[in-house]
């Protein structure tokens, strides 16, 4: 095999062609890498120049240089935050040591496993979307649907570099089953539910960037204050890339908002019907997407009760959102948390011990986090003049994991009998009909400066380039 000069091929500030059995391992993964992407990425966009950023350094300025690319040729790279030589685990069992820069030997399982869990998500939202180019509503939507995508491709190199730095052959096993892996595949499927969900449709992308990317934001933040401190450093980096995703979601969905009341206000009617018949998409149809991807989304942060997620926080491993800044002992033996669970048909909040809640720590302020894009659409709605508003549903409803599954809980939290819940299916959840509606929707529109009828242009364009900016070339 050719050697490569990896300065030039992978931007990284890790030395990686000091390390060369890191630059071997890295070698042989590449290609299959590159294989993947050119199965499964974005359909069709081998050729395209596509207007994007690359992060060439971790500084505040310099980490983010725009220009045309090809995406097969995209520079992933590999960055970590600066080394601070005096960091400490700061929870659990081990609060005090000085952070570990290689993996301790007794928290090597559970550790790969947190790895390979985060690094699964990342190509798998990559082949979640990878039809969706066909569809764009417009040049700008398309940019900004592969910056994501290189993005997750690019954490994807994140977690393989951990593996195959730190984990010697299991992790390059682990990197090669990153690749083998696929959404919504019946034989060897991803890891996690929620992305072996299809995202059909540019409303679900947006959903999906929006909640499921946010998921990504909360599990990043509680690896980044991991004892591990290469991790840490990681995902560190990682999250100033998340924030454009979630970017990309809020907009979205708000650009569809805001259409939809434009047509509401124009034809003076709050018909779903004639909303359609005009060509945008109804506000209660909207509500049901967002229903459906909070509560797949929510369920991602794992059962309310986990001795898994007690032992990944005594051990160091995986700390709580912004842990540093909270003011306790930070090792939780003797607090409470309160979950929900079913008793007698009733929704009622039992108090557990913390270590054993911190899926359902995560989980709450997950929620919280969520909840201020949804009053920022609301704003949108509220500013047209319209009397709707968009509602993040309880967290008991329509859940898969934990105690809240298979119970049969409303939007607004009343308990009821399956029959019920299943008679109102159709007002809390995407129908057939909506995502068929939706998807008749879906059509390319990739003229510079021009937008698909049932979603407003953005406000601004990306890296002060104008609306109108040619950000893909077809070639
Ligand atoms: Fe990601
Ligand atoms: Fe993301």
Redesign the pocket.
């Known amino acids: 095999m050719s050697s490569i000069n990896y300065n030039d091929k992978i931007p990284n500030n890790v030395n990686l062609s000091e390390d060369r059995t890191l630059q071997r391992a890295l070698e042989h993964w590449q290609p299959n890498y590159r294989k993947w992407w050119n199965d499964m990425g974005p359909e069709g966009s081998q050729d395209f120049d596509v207007y994007l950023r690359t992060a060439t350094s971790v500084d505040p300025q310099g980490w983010a240089s725009f220009g045309y690319v090809k995406m097969p040729d995209y520079r992933w790279g590999i960055f970590l935050n600066p080394r601070d030589a005096e960091r400490q685990v700061n929870f659990g069992e081990h609060k005090g040591e000085k952070a570990w820069q290689d993996v301790p030997g007794e928290h090597r399982a559970n550790l790969r496993r947190i790895i390979v869990t985060q690094g699964d998500t ?1 190509p798998a ?1 990559v082949e979640q979307q990878r039809h969706l180019g066909l569809t764009a509503p417009s040049m700008y939507d398309l940019r900004n649907l592969f910056q ?1 995508n290189v ?2 491709g690019r ?1 994807l190199w994140a977690m393989v570099y951990l593996l195959h730095k730190h984990f010697g052959r299991d992790g390059r096993e682990e990197a090669e089953a990153l690749l083998e892996r696929n959404s919504g595949d019946e034989d060897n499927p991803r890891i996690l539910a929620a992305f072996n969900e299809k995202t059909p449709d540019w409303l679900s992308f947006y959903m999906f ?1 929006y909640f499921t ?1 946010r998921d ?2 909360f599990q990043l933040c509680a690896l980044a204050e991991s004892g591990f401190d290469p991790l840490a450093r990681t995902t560190k980096f990682m999250l100033t ?2 924030a454009h ?2 970017f990309v979601g809020e907009s979205g969905v708000s650009r569809v908002i805001q259409r939809t009341c434009e047509v509401m206000n124009q034809l003076k009617t709050d018909d779903p019907a004639r909303l359609r018949e005009a060509g945008v998409i109804d506000l209660e149809t909207i509500q049901r997407y967002l229903n459906f991807h909070f509560s797949v989304t929510i369920d991602l942060f794992g059962a309310d009760e986990s001795s898994n997620a007690a032992t990944f926080y005594n051990t160091g491993l995986k700390g709580r959102y912004e842990e540093t800044k909270r003011d306790d002992d930070h090792k939780l033996y003797d607090r409470t948390y309160n979950v929900l669970a079913v008793q007698d048909g009733r929704l009622v909040e039992r108090s557990v011990p913390m270590l054993n809640a911190l899926n359902e720590v995560l989980r709450d302020d997950y929620i919280k986090d969520s909840v201020g894009g949804v009053n920022r659409w609301n704003k949108v709605i509220e500013k047209a003049g319209i009397p709707f508003r968009l509602k993040t549903p309880h967290k008991a409803f329509n859940r898969s994991i934990g105690t809240l599954s298979g119970a049969f809980v409303s939007p607004e939290g009343v308990m009821m009998s399956e029959a019920e819940w299943v008679s109102h299916e159709r007002e809390w959840l995407p129908t057939n009909e909506d995502r068929a509606f939706v998807a008749s929707l879906m059509g390319r529109v990739v003229e510079p400066g021009k937008f698909a009828n049932w979603i407003a242009p953005p406000v601004m364009g990306i890296n002060r380039q104008p609306v109108d900016f040619e950000y893909v070339r077809f070639n």
């Open positions: 990342e939202s994501v993005e997750e954490h960037t990317d990504g934001k890339e998340e995703h979630m």
